[in-house]
Every structure is written in C-alpha cells, then in structure tokens.
C-alpha cells in the first residue's frame, strides 16, 4: 500500500497527489511515468510523474479526473492509501548536449511539461516555455513554470491568461524572430502536438512529442499503446514515451485514442452514481 502524502486540487478537474514511494522517487526521471491502482479491484492506469523528492522519498502526480479510476482517486484523501504505484516506467527525456529548448505544452499536458522543464533549467540549458490553456481558471503550476523558465508565453482561447490564440502562434512568433533551438519538445493533445510538429518541420527544428495513449501493462506486451513512428510499429511504454514528432502517424493516433471514449463515460457515469449513492 502507498501512502498519499499530499492532495492539492489545482482547478476544478485537476488534482496533485503527493505519494510516499521512496524506491521509485529514487530512480525516477522526467518524462517518465508510473502505474497506479486504486485498490485491489481497479484497473492500472499510467500517469507522468509530474515532480519527485529523492530525499523525501516522494513522487508527485497530476491527474484530471475524465474516467472512473481518476474518479476513485479522486475520493482518497491525504492520508488514504492506494494499492499500487509501479515505476519509474518509459525511458527519460534526453538532456544530454542540449544548450537551448522550447518546451510547448498543451492543458493538462503541462503537468508533464513542467519537469521537463525544470531539468533542462537545472542543468544550465536555456529554457523557453510556451503554454496554452483555455482559459485563467484552469492554469496549473504558473509558479512553478516562472520559477524555471528563461522566458516564458502563456496563450488562452479567450485571451484571459497571456495572449489570446494557440500555442503554435506563440512559438511561430519565437522562430520568426529569430530564436534557434537545438530542440523543441511538445506535450499535450495529439492535435496540438501534430500541428507544433507541422510547424516546426517548416523551419527545421529538431521536435520530440511525448505520446500517452491507452497503456495497461506498461511493459509492451498488451499492445494497447502501440503507433506508428517512422513507418515502425513502436510502443509508447517501453520505446517512449517520447518520439521523433516528425515521424509520428498522429492521424493513427487520434483515431486509436478515440476507440475507448464510450466505454470510458460510460464506466465514468457509473463510478459517479455510486460515490452519490454512498452519500446519500
């Protein structure tokens, strides 16, 4: 059992958990994930590690509450426990050589950004930060991104946080006038991550994307999280979960990603009334 140290509610559909696992936080890196279960009952589900304690022993994790596990989790308050928290899974962001980076993220996405960030800062790189949410009331970990970030651009759908308009507009807006990144990495929606990788493919620009679609085991041999990179048949748990962006067939991937949406609301809905029924 793992105990859930911290419980911080970041906006309405986003929480940070905080979880005593000392093995994991000993060796985990960012860009890479774990694999949690509610109880002894739920399904496993793979989340990024979004921050890490060595010296604490503690992982912390974003999630958004979209199906019926993040639901379940969602009802564990600090101090509960959790049955399982394997990992850390997928291999790390690649750091090495790289001087100058432009992190792009997407929503919820940028609770795997974040860390992303936050090595390439501790290891002297210069780090731009471009991050896009719809609007103010959903923004996560703002603090920390300013707290890591060289510069930084924050863009909204409405305009009420930063500019109004898309992450591809801000990062177009860097490369125009100038700046020259060893790497761009972009993390968030499939559709957002296909049109950085369509942008940055005009200018050049060396581009990683972090993939997360449905993964169970988190070792290869369920094939759940299986796309095409290059023409390859890879799998984001155990070849990813970062790839070359330009030779991701992101089309396949919204398609794959779309399959479970019924099944999922469905077992979502379900989860819900009986947290209301027990309520009652």
Do not use: W
């Amino acid at each position: 059992m793992y105990q859930i140290l911290e419980r911080e509610v970041l906006n309405p559909t986003v929480t940070k958990i905080t979880v005593n696992a000392p093995l994991v936080a000993r060796k985990c890196e960012p860009g890479q994930f774990i694999i949690l279960r509610v109880d002894d009952e739920g399904e496993r589900i793979p989340l990024t590690i979004a921050d890490y304690d060595r010296t604490a022993g503690t992982v912390s994790v974003i999630y958004q509450v979209v199906g019926a596990t993040t639901e379940k989790l969602n009802h564990v308050e600090a101090g509960g426990y959790i049955a399982d928290f394997v990992g850390p899974l997928g291999k790390p962001t690649h750091t090495d050589g790289i001087k100058k980076v432009c992190i792009v993220g997407g929503g919820v996405g940028n609770a795997i950004a974040y860390p992303v960030a936050k090595k390439f800062h501790d290891i002297g790189a210069e780090t731009h930060v471009v991050i896009g949410f719809r609007n103010k009331d959903l923004v996560i970990l703002e603090k920390e991104f300013r707290a890591v970030a060289d510069r930084i651009e924050f863009m909204s759908d409405d305009g009420s946080i930063g500019r109004k308009g898309l992450v591809t507009d801000a990062l177009k807006d860097l490369l125009d006038e100038g700046q020259q990144y060893d790497e761009v990495i972009a993390i968030g929606p499939v559709i957002m991550m296909k049109f950085v990788c369509k942008l940055t493919k005009e200018y050049g620009v060396k581009t990683v994307v972090s993939m997360n679609p449905i993964m169970i085991d988190g070792t290869g041999m369920c094939g759940g999280c299986r796309l095409t990179v290059g023409g390859e048949t890879k799998f984001a748990c155990v070849d990813g979960p970062e790839f070359d962006g330009h030779l991701v067939d992101f089309d396949e991937a919204m398609d794959r990603g779309s399959i479970y949406k019924t099944f999922e609301r469905h077992a979502y809905e379900q989860t819900c009334n009986l947290f209301k029924k027990a309520g009652d």
